[in-house]
């Protein structure tokens, strides 16, 4: 969790601390688009996931997860934990037994810099 950075791909065990919900919605053909954003760390610090549809069948609070291929980016100067279809979340056998929610990497704010060469 301490070499994380933004652009940067992870593989990582990480515990899930808490899970907020921030859409859940119907498409036209009757499923369903879901979206939470998790707070998820180890000893070192935490940061928000952005966990979509199936993988918020395993994104539980309290639960040990292992993120392959995680993708570390930043949205809205903040940063952000996200696994798209070349990742994979699945839940570990790792025990973590508590998150470091002080040093939470998602209150760090980035600016974009522009260099001219």
Request: charged residues 30%; contains cysteine; aromatic residues 2%.
């Amino acid at each position: 969790m301490k070499d994380l950075e933004p652009g940067t791909r992870v593989n990582m065990h990480l515990r899930v601390d808490s899970v907020k919900v921030t859409l859940e919605k119907k498409r036209y053909d009757g499923t369903q688009i879901r979206q939470a954003e998790c707070i998820v760390g180890d000893q070192n610090g935490c940061v928000k996931l952005v966990a979509k549809d199936n993988q918020l069948d395993v994104v539980k609070e309290g639960s040990v997860i292992t993120v392959r291929n995680a993708h570390a980016n930043v949205v809205g100067e903040h940063l952000r934990l996200e696994v798209d279809r070349w990742g994979k979340v699945e839940t570990s056998a790792e025990k973590i037994e508590k998150v470091n929610t002080t040093n939470n990497l998602s209150d760090v704010e980035y600016e974009l810099v522009q260099v001219r060469k």
